[in-house]
C-alpha cells in the first residue's frame, strides 16, 4: 500500500541528490489570520481557519502531497506592542496548519534549524510505528542543519497537531508546535459553513524581557491561542445560520476550560475521532486537558458580539506580578500621601479591586503588555491571555472573515442604569 519508497526512505536522511528536488518551504511572519485558500489540485476540501495563521502549501509528486516543515527560531507577535523570540516552523509559532484528505498519501519534510537536534510527533494520526517521531525510540534525532522524511497514508479524518518529541519541555515552552487536519473523503460528511482552529500554548516572559523562560514547570504568565493574547487574538466572524467548528489542541501544562457566551455548542470531536450524534450534550463550557484536542460545533443563531474565553480567570490576564498583597478595602491616602513626598507621580494600587489597572496608564517595562488591557465599545474590557470574540451577524458574506466592528444593538436591549426620578 506504501509506496516503495517508503520502506526504503524510512524516516531517514534524504540524500543529497534528492535535497534538489525538495518542495519549496514557504515562510510567513504575519500575525493576521490568512484568508484560507480553496484547494487547487487533488482532493477537494473545505480549509480551516488558523486563527491568526495560515496553512502550508503542499504540492502533488506521483500521487504523494508533499509538504516541507523547516523548524527554525522566529519572531512572534504575542498583540501590538510586545514580540517574542520563539522556536517554530516556516517563520512563526505556532507552525502552518497542515491539511489534507483522508486517504492521502503525504510526504512531510523537516528540514531542522534550530541549535540543536529536533523530530515530530505527529499527535493522533494513525501510522507506522517508525513515522511516530518519538526521538531515540521511533528514529534518531534530527541535527542541526539535515532533513527528514516522513511518509504515510491518512487513515481517519479528524483533528490533530505535530510537535516535537526531542527536547519537549524546551522545544515547546519556545512555542513549537502546529494544527494538522484531516478533512473527511466524502465532503458532505459532518460540513460546517466555517470551520477555526487554534492551539494553545503558555510562555514564561518576563516582563521587560523578550525570551521565554525554558525551565519553567507551571508558573507560566502568558496563555495564548496560536501564540497570541488578547486584544491581539482573531475574533471569529461568522454570519448567522452558520454551522461552525472551532478546533482547539492544548499544549499547555494545565486544563483550560473553554467557554462560548450566547448559545450551546456540542463535543463533536477529539483527537482521537469523531463523536456520534447520540452521544453529545449540549455545553456552553468544555474542558480540555493537557495534551487534548477538541473539535466543538454549534449553530451560530444569536447575533452579537459574545465573549469566547479560557474559564480560568488568571489565564485572561497576562503578565504580572505576583508578589502584590490584596489591598481591597485598605485606606492608602495616608500612605500614598507620604509616598507621592518622594515620588509625585505614584499611584494607589488595588484598594478598590483590580479593575483600575484597565484604565490605567501605568509605566511598562518595555516589551510588556499591560495585565489587563482592550477596549470595546462600551469601555474597558479588562481581559488579555485566552479570550477572543465570537461576532455573529446577519449581514456578513459566506466566506467573509473580516472585522465588520462592533455590534449593534437593537434599541432596548442593552443594559440601562436604574433612574429614581
Ligand atoms: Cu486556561
Not at 523548524?71 to 506592542?81: I, K, S, Y
Amino acid at each position: 500500500m506504501y509506496h516503495t519508497g517508503a520502506s526504503i526512505l524510512g524516516a531517514g536522511l534524504v540524500a543529497r541528490s534528492a535535497l534538489a528536488a525538495l518542495p519549496e518551504s514557504p515562510s510567513n511572519s504575519l500575525a493576521g489570520m490568512q484568508p484560507p485558500p480553496e484547494p487547487t489540485q487533488g482532493r477537494w476540501y473545505q480549509p480551516v481557519v488558523t486563527l491568526n495563521g495560515w496553512s502550508l502549501p503542499w504540492r502533488m509528486n506521483n500521487g504523494w502531497k508533499e509538504f516541507h516543515l523547516t523548524a527554525e527560531p522566529v519572531e512572534r507577535e504575542f498583540a501590538p506592542g510586545m514580540t517574542a523570540r520563539l522556536w517554530g516552523y516556516n517563520g512563526q509559532s505556532p507552525g502552518p496548519t497542515i491539511e489534507c484528505v483522508e486517504g492521502d498519501k503525504v510526504r512531510i519534510f523537516l528540514t531542522n534549524r534550530l541549535p540543536e537536534h529536533t523530530t515530530v510527533h505527529w499527535h493522533g494520526i494513525l501510522l507506522p510505528n517508525g513515522m511516530d517521531g518519538v526521538g531515540g525510540l521511533n528514529q534518531p534525532h534530527i541535527p542541526t542543519g539535515k532533513t527528514y522524511v516522513y511518509e504515510f497514508e491518512v487513515k481517519h479524518s479528524g483533528t490533530f497537531m505535530y510537535h516535537p518529541h526531542a527536547d519537549e519541555m524546551v522545544q515547546m515552552a519556545m512555542g513549537m508546535m502546529g494544527f494538522f487536519v484531516v478533512h473527511p473523503k466524502d465532503k458532505n460528511f459532518m460540513r460546517v459553513d466555517r470551520d477555526f482552529c487554534f492551539l494553545m500554548s503558555a510562555y514564561d516572559i518576563e516582563p521587560g524581557t523578550i525570551t521565554p523562560r525554558i525551565n519553567t514547570m507551571l508558573d507560566f504568565n502568558l496563555w495564548s491561542w496560536n501564540s497570541r493574547v488578547f486584544p491581539g487574538i482573531d475574533h471569529l466572524v461568522c454570519r448567522e445560520g452558520d454551522r461552525v467548528r472551532v478546533r482547539m489542541g492544548n499544549l499547555t501544562m494545565t486544563n483550560h476550560p473553554i467557554h462560548i457566551h450566547g448559545l450551546t455548542f456540542e463535543v463533536a470531536g477529539t483527537d482521537g475521532g469523531w463523536v456520534h450524534k447520540q452521544a453529545r450534550w449540549p455545553e456552553v463550557t468544555t474542558d480540555v486537558a493537557i495534551g487534548q484536542m477538541r473539535a466543538i460545533e454549534f449553530d451560530a443563531n444569536a447575533p452579537g458580539d459574545w465573549a469566547m474565553h479560557c474559564h480560568k480567570s488568571h489565564h485572561t490576564m497576562n503578565a504580572m506580578g505576583h508578589d502584590v498583597p490584596n489591598m481591597i478595602g485598605v485606606d492608602q491616602r495616608a500612605v500614598a500621601e507620604n509616598i507621592r513626598k518622594i515620588l509625585p507621580r505614584y499611584m494607589v494600587m488595588g484598594e478598590r479591586g483590580m479593575a483600575d489597572m484597565g484604565e490605567m496608564v501605568m509605566p511598562l517595562p518595555t516589551n510588556t503588555l499591560p495585565m489587563m488591557t482592550g477596549t470595546g465599545p462600551f469601555g474597558p474590557i479588562e481581559m488579555g491571555g485566552m479570550f477572543s470574540v465570537l461576532k455573529i451577524r446577519k449581514e456578513q458574506e459566506h466566506g467573509d472573515y473580516s472585522d465588520p466592528g462592533w455590534y449593534k444593538h437593537p434599541q432596548g436591549t442593552v443594559a440601562y442604569e436604574y433612574q429614581t426620578t
